[in-house]
């Protein structure tokens, strides 16, 4: 599953989101969760929202930096970082 567009790591999003990806982690145990953010995971401080996140995507999307060839990410500034 992923969570994108708008930005879900806001604040009143993650309040919204958090219940959510508990329900889905406690049914679908095993489903992995990504999540896009524009926010850097240094940056970040909503631990409990990020323990049921299997992989980020961090970063904003730079058009200067676009590069098609990337999996999973638009611009060669963003990372994907394994959670879990």
Same mark, same amino acid.
């Given at each position: 599953m992923?969570?994108l567009?708008?930005?879900?790591? #806001?604040?009143?999003n993650? #309040?919204?989101? =958090?219940p959510f990806?508990k329900?889905?982690?406690s049914i679908?145990?095993?489903?992995?969760?990504w999540?896009? +953010?524009?926010? +850097?995971?240094?940056?970040?401080?909503?631990?409990?929202? =990020?323990s049921?996140?299997?992989v980020?995507?961090?970063?904003?999307?730079? #058009?200067?930096l676009?590069?098609?060839? =990337?999996?999973f990410?638009?611009?060669s500034?963003?990372?994907i970082?394994r =959670?879990q």
């Amino acid at each position: 599953m992923s969570l994108l567009g708008g930005e879900p790591l #806001e604040s009143q999003n993650i #309040e919204v989101l =958090l219940p959510f990806i508990k329900r889905v982690k406690s049914i679908y145990p095993n489903k992995d969760i990504w999540c896009y +953010t524009g926010y +850097t995971y240094e940056d970040l401080n909503c631990k409990e929202f =990020l323990s049921y996140i299997n992989v980020l995507v961090d970063g904003e999307f730079v #058009e200067e930096l676009k590069d098609i060839s =990337l999996k999973f990410r638009g611009s060669s500034n963003q990372r994907i970082i394994r =959670l879990q």
